[in-house]
């Protein structure tokens, strides 16, 4: 057990993600998650347990940060703490969804009365968790708002005979398997989800990885290589295309 808030009138507890845990990662598609909560050490902790799992996450620590990051970004879920300073987690939400702002919400609070309850509900969040709580219960609950505002989508993505299994982090070339790294399976993911398009570094950094990454680094040119050595040069193929000046591409027929 970990401490998330300390020398508050109310102290947090909630349980680490570590090795053990890795079976939450079964059925766990990789997603891209804002969480706003403006007390540090709770935010590092789910932080660093939904990179864990290997999802891309943004940090915001004030109802506008949260505001500007959710409209600035299409986030699969945003974890909102009720009570952040300037702009609360209430109102954070309204705003929202008044904007047209759909991403799913999951409401974070100390308070468990029912009329906070439902006051979260009724400002448009889609589901609710009450302070202490186990990462194994925020990680089912996200899987699950997730899943609600999600299109329908392929279990298994197969791009010639390349497939990937996002429900089992599983990654085949005909019948052999391919181990990879979770970065190098979120980046591969983002190629198989759009085979034949150009995407752009900036494009796949935002998909695969967080803001805190610069832009103009050369970690796509770095991961690319890495996936080239593992899913093309073993099989004799050259399927991730480089387009000079534009970017990466996935070919279906490379």
């Given amino acids: 057990m970990m401490p998330g808030r300390l020398g508050g009138t109310r102290e947090l507890i909630m349980r680490a993600p570590h090795s053990s845990d890795s079976h939450l990662r079964a059925h766990n598609e990789r997603v891209r998650i804002l969480v706003a909560e403006d007390e540090v050490k709770l935010a590092a902790l789910l932080r660093r347990g939904l990179v864990e799992e290997a999802h891309a996450v943004d940090v915001a620590v004030t109802g506008e940060d949260a505001l500007a990051r959710a409209h600035a970004t299409e986030y699969d ?3 909102l703490d009720l009570m952040l300073p300037g702009i609360d987690g209430l109102e954070v939400c309204r705003r929202l969804r008044a904007d047209g702002v759909w991403s799913p919400v999951l409401m974070l609070t100390a308070r ?3 009329e906070d309850r439902i006051g979260g509900l009724d400002a448009g969040a889609d589901d609710y968790l009450t302070k202490p709580f186990a990462f194994a219960e925020l990680l089912a609950r996200l899987r699950a708002v997730a899943r609600r505002a999600a299109p329908e989508r392929p279990a298994v993505i197969a791009v010639g005979d390349l497939t990937l299994d996002p429900a089992t982090h599983s990654v085949r070339r005909g019948n ?5 790294s979770p970065k190098e399976f979120a980046l591969l993911e983002t190629f198989m989800r759009q085979p034949n398009r150009v995407l ?3 494009e796949l950094l935002e998909h695969a990885w967080d803001y805190d990454y610069d832009n103009r680094s050369n970690v796509i040119d770095v991961y690319v290589r890495y996936l080239r050595e593992k899913v093309d040069r073993p099989f004799g193929r050259t399927s991730l295309e480089t387009v000079r000046g534009a970017g990466y591409r996935l070919r279906a027929d490379g």
């Fill in 200 to 202: 752009s570094r900036f």
């Fill in 176 to 180: 052999t398997e391919i181990e990879l």
């Fill in 77 to 79: 879920a945003i974890v």
């Fill in 112 to 114: 468990d009365a029912l």
